[in-house]
């Protein structure tokens, strides 16, 4: 049966539907799933890193492995409950790591006029 499954994103809703199907079928089968995003940097010389277990913790390898000088991530800025037991990726990497954290507050959603 299948032993790798190649999954190409494209940063829309349909990633979701695509990957419960593609969980269930590599459940099955016990395959491994390769994740493949376009990554669009105007230009800019740019690589992809892939990898899969507790967010901080690869994002602080993968700074280590790649020479990175900075890291810079999205952060909801949610500050309920939630985060205060299990806290935010961006409040934990910034503990795994010596590499600067540059983090952006995602921005609110417009209302409409």
Same mark, same amino acid.
Request: hydrophobic residues 45%; neutral net charge; proline residues 6%.
């Given at each position: 049966?299948?032993?790798?499954?190649?999954?190409?994103?494209?940063?829309?809703?349909?990633?979701?539907?695509?990957?419960?199907?593609?969980?269930?079928?590599?459940?099955h089968c016990g395959a491994?799933?390769?994740?493949?995003?376009?990554?669009?940097?105007?230009? =800019?010389?740019?690589? %992809?890193?892939?990898?899969?277990?507790?967010?901080? &913790?690869? @994002?602080?390898a993968a700074a280590m492995? +790649?020479?990175?000088? =900075?890291?810079?991530? %999205?952060?909801h800025g949610h500050r309920?409950?939630? &985060?205060? @037991?299990?806290?935010?990726?961006?409040? +934990?990497?910034?503990?795994?790591?010596?590499?600067?954290?540059?983090?952006?507050?995602?921005?609110?959603?417009?209302?409409?006029?």
């Amino acid at each position: 049966m299948y032993k790798r499954i190649l999954v190409p994103l494209e940063n829309t809703r349909t990633d979701r539907v695509i990957l419960d199907h593609v969980r269930q079928v590599a459940r099955h089968c016990g395959a491994a799933i390769v994740l493949c995003e376009e990554i669009i940097a105007d230009g =800019l010389p740019c690589e %992809a890193v892939l990898a899969c277990g507790n967010p901080a &913790d690869e @994002i602080a390898a993968a700074a280590m492995r +790649e020479g990175a000088d =900075l890291i810079a991530m %999205a952060t909801h800025g949610h500050r309920g409950l939630n &985060d205060l @037991i299990r806290g935010s990726v961006a409040s +934990e990497l910034r503990h795994r790591t010596h590499v600067p954290v540059l983090m952006v507050r995602e921005a609110p959603p417009r209302s409409a006029p």
